[in-house]
């Protein structure tokens, strides 16, 4: 089951995941929004469309936009959509 951590934290753990450029892309219920706070930042991908950011948060440490989603992707990721990916440290085992 694929899980991600940072600082000794499961920032989130699920078994229904899509992987996609070699990310996990975790569904939304497999979370821990206390883990998560919104970002400003954005980019835009050609062909998923554009991802917003998460800054992974434990304790008093943050790791500013360790995590991003796509809202509303292009059709040819829409099995992405809303779900969340990390990067940054931010350490995702199977």
């Known amino acids: 089951m694929p899980k991600a951590t940072w600082k000794d934290a499961v920032i989130a753990e699920d078994t229904a995941f899509e992987e996609v450029d070699g990310n996990v892309y975790f569904a939304p219920s497999a979370l821990r929004n206390e883990h998560l706070r919104p970002s400003s930042t954005t ?25 991003w989603t796509y809202v509303d992707p292009k059709p040819a990721a829409e099995n992405i959509r809303g779900r969340v990916a990390f990067w940054k440290g931010v350490a995702v085992t199977r």
């Open 43 to 67: 980019s835009v991908c050609g062909w998923k469309g554009t991802a917003t950011y998460y800054d992974v948060v434990v304790g008093d440490a943050v790791n500013k936009d360790a995590a």
